[in-house]
């Protein structure tokens, strides 16, 4: 889906994967695939910032943990959250 050289730590790209917009991102080296529609107003999270383990919507600051989507600024509200791998620096998302 993408390779591991075009998404540097601090970075997330969005891919539309089976209809579904998903975020992936590299948060110091650790590649997760979260959904990206903000739970608030749907904007795209992969526009957002990431770091610790957190991504921040833009528009309003929401933040998702990228590990187990849950929002941990507004309770209630969790993305879904898909598993990745990185065989030859090639990243895929198990949907
Ligand atoms: S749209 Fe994401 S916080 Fe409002």
Not at 6 to 24: S, T, W
Request: include cysteine; hydrophobic fraction near 40%.
């Amino acid at each position: 889906m993408g390779f591991l050289s075009e998404l540097p730590p601090g970075k997330m790209i969005e891919k539309r994967i089976m209809a579904r917009r998903i975020a992936v991102v590299n948060d110091a080296g650790k590649i997760y695939a979260i959904e990206s529609d903000c739970k608030h107003m749907k904007a795209s999270l992969s526009t957002g910032r990431v770091a610790d383990g957190m991504v921040t919507c833009r528009w309003h600051s929401w933040k998702y943990d990228l590990s187990t989507g849950v929002c941990v600024t507004n309770e209630g509200f969790t993305l879904k959250t898909y598993r990745t791998e990185v065989v030859e620096g090639v990243i895929y998302v198990l949907l």
